[in-house]
T-cell receptor, first 111, second 115 residues
């Protein structure tokens, strides 16, 4: 089955700096890679996703890159703000909407 | 905006007792998922429904866990008997269907504490 590794587990940045979170997956057949943001006590919410036929996708301050050959994908947040502080989860979709999640990265943005 | 509803939000029970969680997906969503999220980890899929049928329950501990979605709408997840290791957040999610890239929308979760 699919296995998703996520790094780092915690990340602390100064407001305005960039943050990068990386994930690797094991099954080359995986074809969809969403990122979820989970604020304390709240539900996970989709923030951006990428399909295997695309190498990069950007939405304002958030971007995701995918390297299919190396089987890794990354989340990039630029000009970080305190409200970006949350736990971020990557996931890899294999078949029948069977998604495997990474362990999460706790991002803290210091004002 | 429509959201996935779950109840109760919090549940405290003693080990060996039975507990049940309820989920109401977004209207029109055919696919429903139950996940377990242990503190500090990502969600792990327990069971997946397409309408009223189970698509995948390979990770569901069937000796104590059961799930149903009788009319293909809302769903119930039951644990009997509960064990200390079942303490976790139980998340329900729904999506339009099983196609690749169908966004899964999560409910607020039920936080279970087994004493």
């Amino acid at each position: 089955g699919e296995n998703v590794e996520q790094h780092p587990s915690t990340l602390s940045v100064q407001e305005g700096d960039s943050a990068v979170i990386k994930c690797t997956y094991s099954d080359s057949a995986s074809n969809y890679f969403p990122w979820y943001k989970q604020e304390l006590g709240k539900r996970p919410q989709l923030i951006i996703d990428i399909r295997s036929n695309v190498g990069e996708k950007k939405d304002q301050r958030i971007a995701v890159t995918l390297n299919k050959t190396a089987k890794h994908f990354s989340l990039h947040i630029t000009e970080t703000q305190p409200e970006d502080s949350a736990v971020y989860f990557c996931a890899a979709y294999l078949i029948r909407n069977d998604m495997r999640f990474g362990a999460g990265t706790r991002l803290t943005v210091k004002p | 905006e429509a959201e996935v509803a779950q109840s109760p939000r919090y549940k405290i029970t003693e080990k060996s007792q039975a507990v049940a969680f309820w989920c109401d997906p977004i209207s029109g969503h055919a696919t429903l998922y139950w996940y377990r999220q242990i503190l500090g980890q990502g969600p792990e899929l327990l069971v997946q429904f397409q309408d009223e049928s189970v698509v995948d329950d390979s990770q569901l501990p069937k000796d104590r866990f059961s799930a149903e979605r009788l009319k293909g709408v809302d769903s119930t997840l039951k644990i009997q008997p509960a064990e200390l290791g079942d303490s976790a957040m139980y998340l329900c999610a729904s999506s339009l269907g099983l196609a690749a890239g169908e966004t899964q929308y999560f409910g607020p979760g039920t936080r279970l504490l087994v004493l």
